[in-house]
């Protein structure tokens, strides 16, 4: 039983250090990609922005590397409603 315990906090500990999650480590890749414009508010963009997920983003992210310049490219590609 203990042997079972220790084997179990291991692997939690493993799946924790390399970010390994149930769903798998590229999920979060593959749900960016699949993330349309129309399913994005601005400020979920801002978000993604101050994490520096520009890369991620879209075409029309490529090459910003200033959270200060993704957010105003935020404010053009996905205005208030």
Same mark, same amino acid.
């Given at each position: ?49 101050? /994490?520096? !997920?520009?890369? /991620?983003? !879209?075409?029309?992210?490529? !090459? ?18």
């Amino acid at each position: 039983m203990a042997l079972r315990t220790i084997l179990a906090v291991l692997a939690l500990l493993f799946c924790a250090c390399f970010g390994l999650h149930a769903e798998g480590p590229d999920s979060s890749q593959m749900q960016t990609a699949q993330t349309s414009k129309i399913e994005m508010t601005q400020q979920q963009c801002k978000v993604k922005c101050q /994490r520096f !997920g520009m890369k /991620r983003m !879209g075409e029309a992210f490529q !090459g910003i590397t200033s959270p200060t310049v993704c957010v105003d490219k935020c404010k053009e590609v996905y205005p208030e409603k």
